[in-house]
Nanobody, 129 residues
Framework: QVQLAESGGGLVQAGGSLRLSCAAS????????VGWFRQAPGKEREFVAA????????YYGDSVKGRFTISRDNAKNTVYLQMNSLKPEDTAVYYC??????????????????????WGQGTQVTVSL
């Protein structure tokens, strides 16, 4: 069982930056791929980014490429999402999730919510004009 807790959300002006953190409870955290997803009111959950167990193979959704960076520190059981050049359309609840079923062979599935077994409660990010 992996428990996840997001933090770092808040209100920021367009063009600003935020760094989200996803802290995990389990020492087996390094055995899991971690992804970030977001959901805005009335919209489906959208894939943002994912990172492999070792920290390589970052994978980004098209809408955040070049602006967001995912990283992880396995010694701290934490994954980060650095968000730069934020836009109002980035406003959403951001969730981190962990998967024990994603590998290099099915990495193309890293953007699918059903591949993730554990989810955090989410943190609100609001970007104002």
């Amino acid at each position: 069982q992996v428990q996840l807790a997001e933090s770092g959300g808040g209100l920021v002006q367009a063009g600003g930056s935020l760094r989200l953190s996803c802290a995990a409870s389990a020492r087996t955290f390094s055995n899991h791929v971690v992804g970030w997803f977001r959901q805005a009111p009335g919209k489906e959950r959208e894939f943002v980014a994912a990172i492999s167990r070792s920290g390589g193979l970052p994978y980004y959704g098209d809408s955040v490429k070049g602006r967001f960076t995912i990283s992880r520190d396995n010694a701290k059981n934490t994954v980060y999402l650095q968000m730069n050049s934020l836009k109002p359309e980035d406003t959403a609840v951001y969730y981190c999730a962990a998967s024990g079923r994603l590998y290099a062979s099915n990495w193309y599935e890293a953007g699918r919510p059903y591949q993730y077994d554990y989810w955090g409660q989410g943190t609100q990010v609001t970007v104002s004009l």
